[in-house]
């Protein structure tokens, strides 16, 4: 029986599964390969297969802090786009992020009730098992392929995620984070005097 909306996901998976192969050549993700194209570039391609950008912001800098009090720090030097893509049945929904407008990572959010095994199965008949898990009761799995990672991860709200990243450019966007969460609470500190 195949997954609800899994067309998608699917591409994203022969993408993933063709790496690091075909990492020179157009990817079935509409031709987008994290690492190699733009935001404009994505967003042509976008409109072009009859999907719909539904919103583009700034990425949070606290994303990767624990907070008691989170806030939205943003990250002008990352943008994450909010795709809905036309499908059988309903939509599906897609985020691609980019740091300094190059695309580094491509995310399809799965809602709760979304079975996860599925994908977790085809993953590990591709790949075996996931790096550094031997069985499936963690709450996420990675699959490091060269300059790239896919990532199968359940949600605190159910459902689950499946992302794919140029690991280098990650690293870029932790650092990038780290620096606006710093600038902003220095500029807090400067103009309250105290935290």
Known sequence: MPLPNATPARWLMAACLALPAYAQTSLPLFGLLPGS????QAQHTILAQQAHITG???????EAFLSAAPE??????VIIMHVTMPQHGGSQELQLAFLDDTLYQVRFDYPAGS?????????TVRYGLPAG????QVAAYSWPQGAYTLLLQKQLAGGHTLTWQHNALARQVSTTNTEAYAAHIRSKKRTTGYF
């Open 37 to 40: 194209h733009t935001r404009e």
């Open 56 to 62: 583009e912001f700034y990425g949070n800098a606290q």
């Open 72 to 77: 939205n720090i943003p990250n002008k030097r």
């Open 115 to 123: 079975p996860i095994d599925p994908l977790y199965s085809e993953l």
């Open 133 to 136: 898990h031997g069985n499936k």
